[in-house]
């Protein structure tokens, strides 16, 4: 087995609910490339957006961060003075990984790594809140308290990042976009077995939304605009501004 890969559902077994576990960091970057389409994209977009959103003497917050592969491309385009970097995850073996990463790749700016739960996390002077597909991995009825503490702590300019695995509110659409985006992991080299193992694995620990339910919460919690930036499939990007008047 060529190392790195992700071969966790190669083989009929038992199916428990999915974790981020050992046996997932080790194999991190082939699952996520493999798995979410355009993933490449919208880490280097999140780059350039904190390279244009940043503000001098504040913080960029990377929520649910795995191995730090945002808060790595936000500190390629950092170029503002007095910013860190705090990087936010609940499982030990990612934040482990990601302390590795992030020491390695020797950032200007300082990148810190918490080992916590999103929700105990205090978000403060924020210009920038990446939260690229983490949020769907909470309860829905935690979801509306966090996104109303991101906006709570972003400073007026600031912005949220939200990636997201999204439902269509269309039976057709929503059977082609499952159907597209299984084809795109068959043609990554994920067989019939690992796709609906792993289908099956995450069916009550990732809970996903509409577009619409994202934009409404978003709304609600005070961020007058709410656009799509990126879309493949049934994964999508949004930018949340928080306006100097919200
Ligand atoms: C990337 N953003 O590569 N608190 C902290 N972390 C959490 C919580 C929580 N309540 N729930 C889940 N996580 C990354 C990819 S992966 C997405 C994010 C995926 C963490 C979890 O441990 C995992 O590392 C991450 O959120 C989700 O840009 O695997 O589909």
Not at 31 to 42: D, E, F, L, N
Not at 185 to 199: A, F, P, T
Request: hydrophobic share 40%; with cysteine.
């Amino acid at each position: 087995m060529q190392a790195g890969k992700d071969a966790i559902y190669s083989h009929p077994q038992a199916i428990e609910p999915f974790r981020f576990d050992h046996a997932v960091a080790e194999v991190f970057p082939d699952m996520i490339q493999r798995s979410v389409p355009g993933y490449a994209t919208i880490v280097d977009t999140i780059g350039q957006l904190v390279g244009r959103f940043a503000q001098e003497d504040s913080q960029i917050y990377d929520l649910g961060c795995s191995l730090g592969a945002a808060s790595l491309a936000a500190s390629k385009y950092l170029n503002k003075n007095n910013c860190k970097i705090i990087a936010v995850d609940n499982s030990a073996p990612m934040v482990e990984r990601c302390r590795l990463h992030t020491k390695a790749f020797k950032s200007p700016s300082p990148i810190e790594v918490l080992c916590d739960d999103v929700q105990n996390i205090t978000i403060e002077r924020a210009c920038v809140v990446i939260m690229n597909f983490t949020l769907q991995f909470l309860a829905p009825q935690e979801r509306t308290a966090i996104i109303n503490k991101i906006f709570a702590g972003l400073l007026p300019g600031g912005l949220l990042i939200l990636s997201e695995k999204l439902n269509h509110q269309n039976p057709i659409t929503q059977d082609l976009l499952i159907d597209l985006h299984h084809e795109f992991k068959r043609r990554n080299g994920y067989s019939e077995l690992e796709i609906s193992q792993k289908r099956s694995a995450l069916e009550d620990v990732m809970r996903i939304e509409t577009f619409e339910n994202h934009q409404q919460r978003l709304q609600k919690a005070g961020f007058q605009e709410v656009s799509l930036w990126f879309k493949c499939f049934n994964f999508a990007s949004l930018i949340a501004i928080k306006h100097s008047n919200d």
